[in-house]
């Protein structure tokens, strides 16, 4: 083992083992119950706008033609980059390299910071043109929605920060905080996913 | 480097990033108009639950989670897509 390995937790990531353990809570279980509940909120709110856009297809379809699929799509693909890299390094904190493991969430951080950036890009051209959330009803539940989903991700970076200095500055960084923090970051990006395809690419 | 290419955590968001760019042709090709295309709406609409049931298979670990965890997020996947749908043709 080296001494990095030798930096974690004892009994945390000792072998390859670890990886098909079965039955196994991925971070904490608190923070499970959480992302349950975010799920189910967020839900209502995607089964919502299902029925009002039901009540006015015709309205919702010219809003929606009004978006930028474009960066839609870049920031998609910008979370599930980022997603990757936070669960390669929550693998290679496990497996005890810290360094592959901090260069990992690194990558994460910089991948997921980009997310609020093209949101901005996106955001203030619409804003500019005159495209609010008293707009009409689908530009509220498009803001509303992308902005409370914007709230989690900023949450989240914050939380990839702490994972960070957890990794760098504790000398037995603790898998079961990495684990959180990860599970966190992709509830972020399941619940863009769907609100992915029900804002922009859906008809 | 090879070993993260060969890595199944890469492979899965290959296949995760090649169906986003393949569901927003999906949308181009059948919603430039701004028509009502069900075709369309179901087609990403799957590819969205498989793409959520992935990460949270493979990124969030929870195919190797306990039963109650498979079940609830499994669940919450099956229900939501279900009534989404099932709000979508109910108003057609």
Redesign the interface.
């Given at each position: 083992m080296t001494d990095v390995a030798e930096g974690f937790t004892p009994g945390v990531g000792k072998s390859r083992s670890d990886d098909?353990?079965?039955?196994?809570?991925?971070g904490d279980s608190s923070m499970?119950f959480f992302v349950?509940g975010d799920?189910?909120i967020f839900?209502v709110y995607?089964?919502g706008y299902?029925?009002f856009?039901?009540?006015n297809?015709?309205l919702f379809?010219?809003s929606q033609?009004r978006l930028n699929?474009d960066i839609g799509?870049i920031n998609?693909?910008m979370l599930?980059?980022s997603?990757?890299f936070?669960?390669?390094g929550t693998?290679a904190a496990r497996a005890g390299n810290r360094v592959a493991a901090l260069q990992r969430f690194w990558i994460a951080l910089a991948f997921g910071a980009a997310f609020p950036l093209l949101k901005m890009f996106e955001w203030i051209p619409e804003i500019c043109s005159g495209l609010t959330p008293g707009t009409n009803l689908f530009f509220m539940y498009y803001y509303v929605m992308t902005g409370m989903h914007l709230c989690h991700v900023a949450l989240g970076l914050v939380i990839l920060c702490f994972i960070l200095r957890n990794l760098k500055t504790s000398k037995a960084p603790q898998i079961s905080f990495v684990?959180t923090g990860?599970?966190y970051w992709?509830?972020v990006?399941?619940l863009w996913?769907?609100l992915?395809?029900?804002l922009?690419?859906?008809? | 480097m090879t070993s993260l290419i060969r890595n199944p955590l890469t492979i899965v968001w290959a296949l995760l990033t090649t169906v986003t760019i393949v569901s927003s042709l999906i949308a181009l090709e059948g919603g430039a108009a701004h028509q009502i295309n069900t075709t369309v709406t179901t087609a990403v609409l799957l590819i969205a639950a498989i793409k959520a049931q992935l990460v949270i298979r493979h990124f969030m670990e929870v195919r190797r989670a306990p039963v109650w965890l498979k079940v609830t997020t499994s669940g919450w996947l099956l229900g939501l897509f279900t009534l989404l749908l099932s709000f979508y043709f109910a108003s057609l």
């Open positions: 098909n353990r079965r039955d196994h809570v991925p499970w349950i799920l189910l839900g995607f089964v299902m029925y856009r039901g009540q297809h015709e379809l010219q033609v699929l799509a998609t693909v599930l980059t997603s990757l936070v669960a390669l693998e684990e990860a599970t992709h509830m990006d399941v996913l769907v992915f395809a029900l922009y690419l859906m008809r | -």
